[in-house]
């Protein structure tokens, strides 16, 4: 073999070395992509600076620092007296309640992402609404109900919908559910570093039941201190 043949084939047993190679890392960076970003479905639905959602509670991808929000950088409210307290499941939550009413409980939660986390207000009032179904089939954000209002100085996105309400699932650590009858009344309320969310779902009967006890929840909304 002349000194013309070897060079050639060293060149291309080195062009197919970097290719392997080449393949192998870039197969490595999907598996890590794949790994870190949570469910595919779920996160594409979820609005531009929400975090991503794990496939399990006990997987949150960036659980919150619970000195974050707090002081003069977090929100505070009353909560209805016949409301029970429960403990958050998870950092996310700020509070969460268990609504009795006439439809059977419901429950409300508080929601906090961290500094400048969460997505804008009306991106998330849509993901809320798609978690609906109409019996007719229609498109649950043409049923939607939105009111921008001021609370002191704390601007707020009201959320209003029901259908059928897809709860749980993988993400949240649950079987998923579908619940016919089921009502959610919601609120975006502007933070001093990021949004905050109020979710109140549960039956139609029980959430009616209890619209004034929210409103109120709302209206008792003032910066931390």
């Known amino acids: 073999m002349n000194k013309r043949s070897t060079y050639i084939l060293g060149a291309l047993l080195s062009a197919l070395l970097v290719s392997g190679c080449a393949d192998k890392g870039e197969k490595t960076a999907n598996t890590a992509d794949v790994t870190t970003a949570g469910p595919i479905a779920p996160d594409a639905e979820l609005p531009e600076g929400h975090p991503p959602l ?3 509670q006990d ?4 659980p919150v ?12 409210w ?4 016949s409301w029970a307290a429960e403990t958050p499941a998870n950092t996310m939550r700020r509070a969460q309640f268990r609504v009795p009413g006439p439809g059977g409980d419901g429950e409300c939660v508080v929601f906090y992402f961290g500094p400048g986390q969460g997505g804008d207000a009306m991106g998330n009032a849509v993901r809320w609404a798609n978690q609906f179904t109409q019996p007719d089939g229609s498109a649950s954000t ?17 959320v209003e919908v029901s259908g059928t309400y ?19 009344l919601g609120a975006v309320a502007e933070g001093a570093d990021a949004n905050w969310f109020f979710k109140f779902t549960g039956p139609r ?17 003032r910066a931390g201190a």
Do not use: C, H, W
């Open 65 to 76: 620092d619970p000195g974050a929000g707090t002081g003069a950088s977090g929100l505070t």
């Open 166 to 184: 897809q709860s749980g699932g993988p993400m949240m650590g649950q079987a998923g559910q579908s619940l016919p009858g089921y009502m959610l």
């Open 142 to 158: 043409e049923r939607m109900k939105t009111e921008q209002v001021t609370v002191g100085a704390i601007e707020v996105l009201r």
């Open 54 to 56: 794990a496939q399990r």
């Open 59 to 62: 997987q949150m991808i960036a």
């Open 78 to 81: 009353d909560a209805p007296e």
């Open 205 to 221: 009967d029980t959430v009616e039941a209890n619209r004034s006890s929210f409103d109120e929840m709302l209206g008792s909304l």
